[in-house]
């Protein structure tokens, strides 16, 4: 970048491009005209699972660039592998993509879409003595690869005529040979000190049915020849995939250079590890098939649809994608970053409510038996346009059980015998007696009279109350499930397990705790996927899986209590 141009450049441009170097590749790129001036990019996911959140990483990074410099973003799936492949994952990638807010307008595309062209590419390299069938085992080409320090063996097969390699490729497609029986390899160099060069399977045979394709194919090609050369046929500028793939980069460079084709940059980054979460499709796998979790979008789950279900606003993962940068070294993402990113959203944007979650009752003894009134809450101190609400007020309420305290300590601020709080838009109460079980001891009831002068919550001859407490009216709320979620794992990192132990070993047992809780009468009519913040509690959403009309189940998206600078403090040392 030249001076001049960074000097144009505000404090905060500066520091995006700086989290990001594959944007600094693109400006140098843009500034040489090496592509023609053209950003052209792709998401090509594997219909074989769901998408989690080190995807929607990928996914705001390829479609993120292609939009904040002009250019396009291609969906493409990568659908090679029948066995594992399903028309439901390819939907639900589809409509996971759209939630996070990214369009691809026509350029949705398969790698079967390109089977006949990939099939005549790898005739070529047969022709050009470049490639050859072979009839080890899938276990004999393990065998004789060799090993990071000794030189792989070449397989006995490796020097076929190109005459009889062309009429066994084609019998391979007739599918005159069971699973496995052969497979088409590229002809590069056993000696390699790169595994991936040793003479790698290009096709192998499976007698599968294709969801696109049908029975029309026996024979399927790899990932490693597919992808370059998808990427080619649709001419992507930036090739941008994770950093697993560095070791892949001489061969995918090898398959354009030896065919002459177009041939797009391979840019590779560190992918998203995440603090108590895994991210494995394996282990995600088995968290779903043991039943440990409710499926693939139990809020717990850091699939996207996990992800939504749970609360999580595409916003908050496209900001949690741009603040945790692009970089080539591995590091775990600190867990409160994306949940300081929800948070931030939701503070903006959710409605206020008033949800008592461990009901004790308070009896306003100097209240009237019958009154009811309807106080003026706001729905969003952060945005006023959001209106105000009315919350029916009533001689019997319930608070939160901790908002009240017999023998309280000191810089207990909360209701206790003999002290004054403010019901939130409410009055001025003052506790002057407790009720208790005569067999448990229990506190069963709170008695308190207000001051009517008080209404709306302040004193007109100024005095200070130094508690606010949050209530719902015994007589107005209904009762509601909420589901209490948290981390689903005790250890920052469960990927690293002690020996004889697994993943597993450190699932939080209280990763989900359901009560029953009381809400004031407007979220009766809550729907599903909407937000809310419960004051004093924290950020819930409306589950879209068990809730019905009329009875609505919250899930926790987020407690209130954030560490922001915490927070900073692992982003600055992970990117030192």
């Known amino acids: 970048m030249n001076n001049e141009m960074n000097n144009m450049m505000s404090e905060e441009e500066k520091e995006r491009i700086a989290r990001n170097f594959i944007r600094q590749i693109i400006i140098e790129d843009l ?96 022709k050009m003595g470049k490639a050859y069938v072979c009839d080890l085992s899938q276990e004999e080409i393990r065998q004789t690869r060799g090993t990071l320090t000794e030189p792989g063996i070449e397989s006995p097969y490796r020097n076929r005529s190109v005459e009889e390699n062309l009429e066994l490729f084609e019998r391979m497609r007739k599918g005159e040979f069971p699973d496995f029986a052969k497979t088409l390899r590229a002809k590069i160099d056993m000696a390699s000190p790169n595994l991936n060069m040793r003479d790698p399977v290009i096709y192998r045979i499976k007698h599968a049915t294709h969801h696109r394709t049908g029975d029309k194919w026996c024979i399927y090609p790899m990932y490693d020849f597919t992808h370059c050369l998808s990427d080619s046929i649709e001419r992507i500028t930036h090739s941008i995939c994770t950093l697993e793939f560095e070791d892949h980069r001489p061969l995918y460079d090898w398959f354009l250079d030896q065919l002459g084709v177009y041939h797009p940059q391979q840019i ?41 279900r749970r609360g999580y606003t595409p916003e908050s993962i496209r900001n949690f994608a741009e603040i945790i940068g692009v970089s080539k070294k591995e590091s775990i993402v600190d867990i409160a970053v994306l949940e300081h990113c929800i948070r931030d959203d939701l503070n903006k944007r959710a409605q206020r409510a008033f949800v008592v979650l461990n009901p004790l009752k308070v009896i306003i003894d100097n209240y009237p038996d019958d ?183 919250f899930n926790r998206t ?19």
Request: charged share 30%.
């Open 31 to 126: 500034k040489t005209n090496k592509w023609g001036g053209r950003v052209h990019t792709r998401f090509p996911p594997e219909p074989n699972g769901y998408l989690h959140i080190g995807h929607a990483k990928s996914i705001c990074l390829n479609f993120g660039l292609a939009e904040e410099f002009g250019g396009l973003c291609n969906l493409r799936f990568d659908d090679t592998n029948p066995t594992k492949e399903d028309e439901e994952y390819v939907n639900a990638i589809i409509e996971d993509v759209r939630w996070l807010g990214f369009d691809w307008g026509d350029r949705m595309y398969f790698a079967s879409d390109y089977f006949d062209q990939l099939y005549e590419y790898a005739v070529r390299l047969i």
């Open 268 to 308: 590779e980054f560190a992918r998203l590890n995440l603090s108590y979460t895994v991210l494995s499709k394996r282990k995600l796998l088995e968290l779903v098939q043991r039943g440990i979790v409710d499926g693939w979008d139990d809020p717990r789950m850091p699939t996207i649809r996990g992800l939504r």
């Open 371 to 553: 009154l009811v009134e309807e106080m003026d809450a706001i729905n969003n101190p952060e945005d006023l346009s959001m209106g105000t609400r009315k919350v029916p007020f009533s001689k019997e309420l319930y608070i939160e059980r901790d908002d009240f305290m017999e023998n309280p300590p000191k810089k207990y601020y909360r209701l206790a015998p003999g002290r004054e709080v403010r019901l939130r838009y409410a009055y001025y109460i003052t506790c002057t007696d407790v009720v208790k079980d005569p067999q448990t001891g229990e506190i069963v009831e709170v008695h308190c009279t207000y001051d009517p002068a008080t209404r709306g919550g302040s004193s007109p001859d100024g005095r200070k109350v130094l508690g606010t407490i949050h209530w719902v009216s015994a007589r107005h709320c209904f009762p509601v499930e909420v589901r209490l979620y948290d981390r689903l794992f005790i250890k920052e990192n469960p990927n690293d397990v002690e020996e004889g132990k697994t993943f597993l070993d450190y699932i939080n047992p209280n990763s989900l705790e359901i009560k029953t809780g009381y809400a004031e009468p407007f979220l009766k009519d809550a729907k599903p996927e909407e937000r809310f913040q419960f004051e004093r509690i924290g950020y819930f959403c409306v589950d879209s899986k068990y809730s019905k009309p009329g009875k609505p189940v």
């Open 558 to 576: 987020v407690t209130l209590k954030d560490t922001w600078s915490k927070i900073l403090k692992s982003l600055q040392e992970s990117n030192e």
